[in-house]
């Protein structure tokens, strides 16, 4: 079985203030690892993903995520955020053998402030 | 394109009452999945299938049933509606091309229940 841990739920910050969304998970088997993001009534949309190879990833809108095997982490991170940044983010696990179930963090909401 | 489409966008429904939440998608996705979002909890899996003709349960399936007659819709049915069943439903697929686990989501149905 798979568990999502986001470390904070709400994360208030300035404008241009750099930002960090904290995402630990444990899991049995080897996974795939997600980001995404969900602006005001709306669905969710992916932001980034680690599949395998390089540890730092870079998604859209300028975030990026650091997979950290021995500490199970999953850290997302802006080195400069915007007010349109403000929005929720949810960290996500897959297996990468079969089923494809994703499980998902309870999320954090990012609030920019001018 | 577009993508998933969900419906209803909002209901108020009367504890007791049926209710069908309909998605339909046209990218030919073969896998797809029906979550509830509740605040604190994040997205917690209710149904899936992957594939046509086939269904599965996910972590909260007690009330729900879903069916899969084709691939392009994956309806959603409260037999017999709870308040405990408040919450925005979301239905996604997942590209199979990749095999990624990547999901893609509808904007969400909001479900009341009184």
Redesign the interface.
């Known amino acids: 079985a798979q568990s999502?841990t986001?470390l904070d739920?709400q994360v208030p910050v300035f404008e241009e203030a750099p930002v960090e969304l904290r995402c630990n998970y444990s899991s049995s088997v080897s996974v795939?690892l997600?980001w995404?993001v969900q602006y005001p009534?709306?669905?969710?949309?992916?932001l980034l993903?680690y599949?395998s190879g390089s540890t730092l990833v870079k998604g859209i809108n300028g975030f990026e995520a650091e997979f950290n095997k021995s500490q199970t982490s999953f850290h997302l991170r802006k080195p400069s955020v915007h007010i349109s940044d403000t929005a929720e983010y949810?960290c996500a696990v897959?297996p990468?053998t079969g089923?494809?179930?994703?499980?998902?963090?309870?999320?954090t909401r990012l609030f920019v402030k001018a | 394109t577009a993508g998933?489409t969900q419906a209803p966008t909002s209901q108020i429904l009367a504890a007791g009452r049926s209710m069908t939440l309909r998605c339909t998608q046209d990218m030919r996705h073969n896998?797809m999945?029906w979550?509830r979002q509740d605040l604190?909890?994040?997205?917690?899996?209710i149904h899936?299938s992957?594939t046509a003709g086939t269904t599965g349960k996910?972590?909260v399936p007690d009330g729900y049933s879903v069916s899969r007659a084709n691939t392009d819709d994956f309806p959603l049915t409260l037999a017999s509606a709870v308040p405990s069943q408040t919450s925005v439903y979301?239905c996604?697929s997942?590209r199979d091309r990749g095999?990624?686990?990547?999901?893609f989501?509808?904007?969400?149905s909001r479900l009341t229940v009184l």
């Open positions: 999502v986001q739920s795939y997600f995404y009534n709306q669905g969710l949309q992916l993903k599949l949810f897959t990468n089923g494809f179930k994703t499980i998902f963090g309870a999320g | 998933i896998a999945y979550y604190g909890l994040g997205l917690r899996l899936y992957n996910g972590e979301f996604a997942r095999n990624d686990g990547e999901l989501f509808g904007e969400g």
